[in-house]
């Protein structure tokens, strides 16, 4: 059985119909197993945090949601809050790109990963609460952990807060860890070993992983599945390997020629035009304003024409082997 499973998605903001509302995210279908990775990327305003959101039941009050989010076979849109506080603190856990938001400023680390241990019926008393928490601490790389607990969140970098909110997120050994842009902040050397962590831990215990990013590289790196989202829809599915070997729809193959090469190699080439996320290219395909392969089949029904699969599927009316030049934005 899937760990989630996400049925036909649809989030909208603002005012309903064609009458300036927002669809943030349109029809979303995904299934994520137990005990692998997922990278969830597209670029700024896709809907990727959205989905996310859906997923941990923390949307935002004005969000219009349709369809249905399961974890472990359990629906969870329309659940009650306190279900929800209850199923984020023992099952999912969340690492956010900012810590210093989500950490409070005037608590010590150490009282913070203990508030979240406080539930752990494994656990006696105050002291072993505070030797897991130093454990925990230890676990994602900080050296002198007793010491650390005392500390506050401005006294110690943005990478070893990083590192605490990903000891608090995996303090109760959650089945699914999700993380939305968790290096994003975060300077090269920094994400690189923040990134290694992230590998190890969900190696080590088993957890599944998803990652959301603008930076199919990072993605890359450590996911094992890839979705990559566009304009509230996901429009490519693959494992990572099949995503680069052989990209199918023209937006996943413009984001590949934007990666940078380590080498330097190849030039990168921009993604030409921004996104138009208008209502009237709703019908369509939202990349067909940007793509050089659209026709007037791209702005008809898209869904009836491909039908979206969680796995391997490509929402192109003309999906590709051969990756095309684009042309510039219209203007
Ligand atoms: N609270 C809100 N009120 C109204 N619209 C919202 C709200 N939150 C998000 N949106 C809309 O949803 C769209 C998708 O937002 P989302 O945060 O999921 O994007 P994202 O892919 O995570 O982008 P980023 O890479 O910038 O984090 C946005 O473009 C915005 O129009
Ligand atoms: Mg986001």
Redesign the pocket.
Known sequence: MSLVTVNDLSIEFGRGGAAGGVRAVDAVELAIEPGRTYGLVGESGSG??MTAMAILGLLPRSARVTGSVTFDGQEITGLRARALRELRRTRIGVVFQDPMTSLNPTMTLGSQVEEILRFDPGIGGRRERRDRAAGLLDEVGLADPARRLGEYPHEISGGMRQRVMIAMAIANRPSLLIA??PTTALDVTVQAQILELLQRLVADHGTTLLM?THDLGVAAGVCDEMMVMYGGRIVESNSAHGLFADPRHPYTQALLRAVPRIDGAEAVEPIAGSPVYAPDWRAGCAFAPRCARRDTACVGEVERLIAPRPVDGVRCVHPGPVPVPLEGALS
């Open positions: 990727k945090s939305d842009e959301i």
